[in-house]
């Protein structure tokens, strides 16, 4: 496997897409936020069903299928920007941000991190996240880097995004996963709760009646703000000649676009109208 990134960048263009991805449809909720925040904008969503849960992979299998997923949005649809919205990838794999020069790339760790060190409102935060999220220690790496005194406990949920994604968030084994995975959190009396895999929102419902005495935070509000503050700052937002009364998108996933999207459209959106995805066979580079 090769770090190098085989799609090289040119200069990012205003009139191209924003690039979106996630493992799967955890980051719908990201995008449909994107989507209220900057709605004269096109985007590109791709899911990595075929790979997905990659937080139950390695740290190489991550890293490989992240990039290819990466130069595919870059040579494919030349992107302007980069939303990760999986934690999963992000925090596995940041290095792969820096290989794609002109490109800025938008996270879901470093602007809640960078929130919780400069508001000061919590003191013990509990994270949430799949298990190789909770190995790269990722959000405890920003924390430290931002000096911010958190006293911070995360819990790998180990298959709760897969469920999640078969569209079995509410179900009694999902509950009982969600009141095993909360025990420690409550135990270290965490006044706020980060939902570290964008899977996760979709049960935030119950994890608040589980944890009532926490604030429930998701990262995808942060999200968007930081990447309008990143299109104007890079002078990358669409052009104002460009009128759209609501963001265009292109689905993509790599397996079971039927699934994906019968699942989907039963998510509660508020700017995202769902429709079906297309398949497509990201060329692999990386291994
Ligand atoms: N969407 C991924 C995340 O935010 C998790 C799902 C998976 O394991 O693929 O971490």
């Known amino acids: ?11 990012a263009h205003p009139n191209t897409p924003i ?3 996630d493992s799967g449809l955890g980051g719908l909720r990201v995008l449909d936020r994107l989507m209220q925040t900057l709605p ?18 390695t740290q190489s299998q991550v890293t490989a299928y992240f990039s290819d997923c990466l130069n595919w949005l870059v040579s494919a649809h030349q992107v302007k920007m980069v939303v990760v919205a999986c934690n999963t990838a992000a925090s596995v794999a940041p ?4 290989q794609f020069v002109g490109i800025p790339f938008v996270d879901p760790v470093t602007p809640i991190c960078r929130w919780l060190a400069t508001e000061g409102k919590y003191t013990t935060v509990g994270v949430m996240a799949t298990p190789a999220t909770v190995a790269s220690n990722r959000y405890q790496i ?3 880097q931002l000096n911010a005194p958190i006293n911070l406990s995360q819990v790998g949920c180990d298959n709760l995004a897969s469920l999640i994604e078969a569209g079995k968030g509410h179900t009694p084994v999902c509950e009982s996963l969600l009141r095993q995975y909360l025990r420690p959190l ?23 009646a589980l944890s009532p005495n926490a604030d429930i935070l998701d990262p995808a509000a ?3 703000v930081e990447a309008k503050r990143l299109l104007d700052a890079h002078q990358l937002a669409v052009p104002r000649t460009v009128e759209r009364s609501v963001a265009e998108v292109d689905y993509f996933v790599t397996s079971e676009p039927q699934l994906f999207f019968e699942t989907s459209r039963r998510m509660p959106f508020q700017a995202l109208a769902m429709k ?5 066979t990201i060329p692999v580079l990386s291994r």
Request: hydrophobic share 40%; glycine share 8%; net charge negative.
């Open 1 to 11: 496997m090769t770090d190098s990134p085989i799609a090289q960048s040119k200069q």
């Open 19 to 21: 690039g979106v991805f």
């Open 40 to 57: 004269n904008e096109r985007f590109v969503y791709l899911g990595d069903t075929l790979h997905m849960p990659y937080g139950e992979k």
């Open 95 to 98: 290095q792969l941000f820096g």
């Open 142 to 144: 920003l924390l430290d």
């Open 186 to 208: 409550q135990d270290r009396e965490a006044q706020a709760i980060v939902l570290g895999c964008t899977h996760y929102p979709y049960v935030l419902d119950q994890v608040a």
């Open 222 to 224: 942060f999200m968007a």
């Open 276 to 280: 079906p995805p297309a398949v497509v």
